[in-house]
T-cell receptor, first 116, second 115 residues
Framework: GAVVSQHPSRVICKSGTSVKIECRSLDFQATTMFWYRQFPKKSLMLMATSNEGSKATYEQGVEKDKFLINHASLTLSTLTVTSAHPEDSSFYIC????????????FGQGTRLTVV | GNSVTQMEGPVTLSEEAFLTINCTYTATGYPSLFWYVQYPGEGLQLLLKATKADDKGSNKGFEATYRKETTSFHLEKGSVQVSDSAVYFCALSDLGGSTLGRLYFGRGTQLTVWP
């Protein structure tokens, strides 16, 4: 299947700093990218959906000013956690799709964020 | 709305045992159903899928049948291996929604297989 690369795989940062996570589709053009957050022993929760060149659509309860999403090209989307706090510590996963609703979504390997 | 309910784990089995992980769903339209697998330290990989009622998805010895009458998509494997140890997620895709096929996930079931 297609490859989605997420970087970094692990990051530790201090409270109050910002962290950027990259999601790249390596061998296809991703018209739509999704960002999920995975809590321990819980499901993946969709944070936002982004389409290339347009603003991301955030799920209810997700602070768009805190979780900045940029989908600047068909192969790259970034999630920036601004002014991170310990409660933002989590596993963040991106997925990317090449076409419409019937196309398969491919997932990155995830980023473990720890805010100390 | 759309949601997925998955049996809680962890599930611990001996090698060659039979595996069932239950999954039921609620959906407003006609969703596609998926099982994803997450190996330690890795992202999610699609294991199998079914796009309409009575379809059976299969891959690597795993099977699941889309049962509309019981709104279920249970995952089964006749003989598990140690290498099957992973977290398994049931998911549905809201094809008729406005978010271009976003996925709704169950909580995940941790499977550990002992030799």
């Amino acid at each position: 299947g297609a490859v989605v690369s997420q970087h970094p795989s692990r990051v530790i940062c201090k409270s109050g700093t910002s962290v950027k996570i990259e999601c790249r589709s390596l061998d296809f053009q991703a018209t739509t990218m999704f960002w999920y957050r995975q809590f321990p022993k819980k499901s993946l929760m969709l944070m936002a959906t982004s389409n290339e060149g347009s603003k991301a659509t955030y799920e209810q309860g997700v602070e768009k000013d805190k979780f900045l999403i940029n989908h600047a090209s068909l192969t790259l989307s970034t999630l920036t956690v601004t002014s991170a706090h310990p409660e933002d510590s989590s596993f963040y996963i991106c997925s990317a799709k090449a076409g419409g609703p019937n196309t398969e979504a491919f997932f990155g390997q995830g980023t473990r964020l720890t805010v100390v | 709305g759309n949601s997925v309910t998955q049996m809680e784990g962890p599930v611990t089995l001996s090698e060659e045992a039979f595996l069932t992980i239950n999954c039921t769903y609620t959906a407003t339209g006609y969703p596609s159903l998926f099982w994803y697998v997450q190996y330690p330290g890795e992202g999610l990989q699609l294991l199998l899928k079914a796009t309409k009622a009575d379809d059976k998805g299969s891959n690597k010895g795993f099977e699941a049948t889309y049962r509309k009458e019981t709104t279920s998509f249970h995952l089964e494997k006749g003989s598990v291996q140690v290498s099957d140890s992973a977290v398994y997620f049931c998911a549905l895709s809201d094809l008729g929604g406005s978010t271009l096929g976003r996925l709704y996930f169950g909580r995940g079931t941790q499977l550990t297989v002992w030799p």
